[in-house]
């Protein structure tokens, strides 16, 4: 019998759990995947998507060689070419367009299909190269941006409590998230709380799986939050439990703050969030007699018109009870801010030639089509599935169907967005190529060791750009880095949390928590603003012209009472629990699972447009349409009309939920707005 081979790693995808894993490898192949027994946080379990991980490998429709296109953008059609005629043929391509238009003309857009410090996002594999041609550079703000930048005006870094500290709460808040479905262990730590008496309550416009399982739900209105929020403490404030010793010692701003709260009576947070008002009474009651009460809030909540002020104001609440000095308080957003590799070392941006613009990932369609002197005339697409994952569908195609737009991607599947591109490249997979990782759930740094070599001529990200850079006569020492070299520049921080954390360590033990405190309490004493306070007014904020003191921005569609009239529906496209935006959705079993687009809606809004179960219907505003099976229920609320993403528009009737969706801006930090949206729903 053939010997077997475990190698650790760590999965890429974009969700917060970062799980560590283990590939069980018989005579060069990859035979088994599970999770890692030995993480704290990943304790042995995958999700129901990366448990498919290797039959996904292994799926024929794979992109295994470089491929031209050989019809018109959009149609899918390629022939089989070398390595040797892709890169010449890109080479020449980039050489002619920097020539003639400048470097800037060039966009490589990096998106969330992994979120590697060497082979992706976090990476941005391949920024070395496009620095050295004074490429554009990338904004990747389709994800957190809003609540980052939120966080940072009110606690001066978006880092927050650590999850795992959850299991020390009394009152757990699960806000705008559903991590049965996206990051699912964290659960273990909220049942641990409850297993000591803590009470947990879902805040979602949906009761979707954790809501179900939580001991109490709100479902307030979409992009009303921040709303919500001012209601509950106004009910604290008013029993007087605000913490004043903790408020004087550690805040900035109190007295604006209080005046802004005494504005947000339950009566008024009940009409703006549709919340009862007794709801919002008995939580604020329950807050302000509970310690720890923490909160676990995601990104779905700051996609709005008004999603950094949600965050902000969410970040309030502990610092007004004074729970972010106790262990199991606080709130908890991202980790990412505490995990502080040397990017800069990583990214190298002295190698541009000059400064350069900046382009939004969310806006891609905007860039496409309106970006002047110069005007993108070569993309390259790293990870990223725009076609189906952007906003404002309909724009996005016809910036990629441009025949004057010289685009590549690399991928490992057929995608729409591969369909319009010039040139693809056979990308490696996870377990084929080595990367480091960070979990944006928890604190703790992965290594992933290359457990099998790729099939055909897959090539890792970093490798396709050292060849690239060869071709094109690039002399720049640091294009040729190897893999590992990369990752040890990467750790080179003199950050005291990345303390003994090497890559020596890591490829030896796996995964390595960050040299931080157990239980870890980030904001006890100080934290990373200009006052060294909690600003619940914030000079950031103030500086960048926006409110300086924390409070409720309304969403732009959702709130609006003209656009409602014509479009009465709010949409809410939130995540698969069959796919990871848009990976896995060539997946047939994970598709079947899913069984096709839905739209669910709450009988009143069902009756009132005389729809049933099972209809196909039309979701539309004056942006686009997509078609969906229509599931009429009471777990969405009224008004809200409930979708998922994910869904590949060539796969699921040409559109999805995307078509609907602006590519306007959050308030701040450049987000996208996917859950402010107005739609109509009608029989098809």
């Given at each position: 019998m053939a010997a077997e081979l475990k190698v650790l790693g760590a999965c890429p995808l974009d969700c917060p759990d970062g799980c560590s894993w283990v590939v069980t490898v018989r005579d060069g192949e990859a035979v088994g995947l599970r999770g890692n027994p030995d993480h704290p946080y990943t304790r042995g379990a995958l999700c129901t998507k990366v448990n498919r991980w290797l039959e996904r490998a292994g799926d024929p429709r794979r992109i295994r060689y470089p491929l031209r296109r050989t019809g018109r953008k959009g149609e899918g059609r390629f022939e089989r070419i070398s390595w040797d005629e892709a890169l010449d043929e890109i080479a020449a391509r980039l050489d002619r367009i920097v020539r003639?238009?400048?470097?800037?003309?060039?966009?490589?857009?990096?998106?969330?299909?992994t979120l590697g410090y060497v082979q992706g996002l976090e990476g941005a594999a391949g920024r070395r190269f496009f620095n050295v041609l004074g490429a554009s550079a990338h904004d990747a703000d389709i994800c957190s941006a809003a609540g980052l930048s939120g966080l940072e005006c009110t606690l001066g870094s978006p880092g927050g409590m650590d999850p795992e500290d959850l299991a020390h709460a009394r009152l757990i808040l699960l806000w705008g998230t559903n991590p049965l479905t996206s990051g699912h262990h964290v659960w273990k730590f909220v049942q641990a709380a409850r297993r000591e008496g803590a009470h947990v309550v879902a805040i979602d416009p949906v009761a979707t799986r954790t809501a179900r399982q939580a001991d109490e739900h709100l479902a307030p209105l979409p992009g009303t939050d921040a709303a919500l929020a001012l209601g509950l403490l106004n009910v604290v404030v008013g029993l007087g439990a605000q913490d004043e010793e903790y408020i004087a010692r550690h805040t900035l701003g109190w007295a604006e703050f209080r005046e802004r709260i005494l504005r947000f009576p339950p009566e008024r947070a009940a009409r703006i969030t549709g919340v009862p008002r007794e709801a919002i009474v008995a939580l604020g009651e329950r807050i302000a007699r509970t310690r720890p009460t923490a909160i676990r809030a995601t990104q779905g909540l700051q996609r709005h018109g008004g999603g950094a002020a949600a965050l902000r104001t969410l970040a309030c609440i502990p610092g007004v009870t004074g729970d972010w000095a106790r262990p199991g308080g606080g709130l908890t957003f991202s980790t990412s801010g505490h995990i502080r590799l040397n990017r800069a070392a990583l990214y190298r941006d002295d190698l541009r030639p000059g400064p350069v613009r900046t382009l939004s990932m969310s806006r891609i369609g905007q860039g496409l089509l309106e970006a002047d002197d110069p005007p993108v005339k070569a993309l390259f697409v790293i990870a990223a599935n725009p076609a189906a994952s952007a906003p404002h569908q309909g724009r996005v195609r016809r910036g990629l169907a441009r025949e004057d737009l010289f685009t590549v991607v690399l991928e490992q599947f057929p995608t729409d967005t591969t369909d319009?591109?010039?040139?693809?490249?056979?990308?490696?997979?996870q377990h084929e190529h080595a990367d480091l990782h960070e979990g944006y759930g928890h604190l703790y740094l992965a290594w992933n060791e290359p457990a099998v070599a790729p099939p055909g001529e897959c090539l890792p990200t970093t490798e396709t750009f050292r060849r690239l850079a060869r071709r094109m006569g690039l002399t720049e020492p640091s294009l040729y880095d190897s893999d590992e070299r990369l990752a040890e520049q990467a750790l080179s921080s003199d950050d005291p949390w990345l303390t003994g954390v090497t890559l020596d360590r890591l490829r030896k033990e796996g995964f390595v928590r960050l040299a931080v405190p157990k239980p870890f309490l980030p904001y006890a004493e100080r934290f990373p603003t200009p006052s060294g306070r909690?600003?619940?007014?914030?000079?950031?904020a103030e500086a960048l012209g926006l409110d300086p003191v924390a409070g409720y921005t309304p969403p732009g569609e959702v709130t609006d009472a003209e656009r409602a009239r014509r479009f009465p529906l709010a949409l809410v496209s939130a995540a698969s629990h069959h796919s990871l935006n848009t990976v896995f959705g060539e997946n047939a079993e994970l598709r079947r699972r899913a069984g096709g687009p839905t739209v669910r809606l709450h009988p009143?809004?069902?009756?009132?447009?005389?729809?049933?179960?099972?209809?196909?219907?039309?979701?539309?505003?004056?942006?686009?349409?997509?078609?969906?099976?229509?599931?009429?229920?009471?777990?969405?609320?009224?008004?809200?009309?409930?979708?998922?993403?994910?869904?590949w528009p060539k796969l699921s009737g040409g559109a999805n939920a995307n078509a609907v969706v602006d590519d306007r801006a959050t308030d701040l930090g450049g987000g996208p707005v996917f859950h402010d949206t107005r739609v109509e729903v009608s029989a098809v």
């Open positions: 003639d238009h400048g470097g800037e003309a060039v966009w490589p857009y990096w998106g969330t299909g319009y591109a010039d040139i693809v490249l056979p990308a490696t997979m909690l600003e619940f007014r914030s000079r950031r009143d809004d069902a009756a009132a447009r005389g729809l049933a179960s099972g209809q196909r219907v039309r979701v539309a505003n004056e942006r686009g349409a997509f078609e969906a099976v229509l599931q009429v229920t009471d777990e969405v609320r009224p008004g809200v009309a409930a979708t998922s993403k994910g869904h």
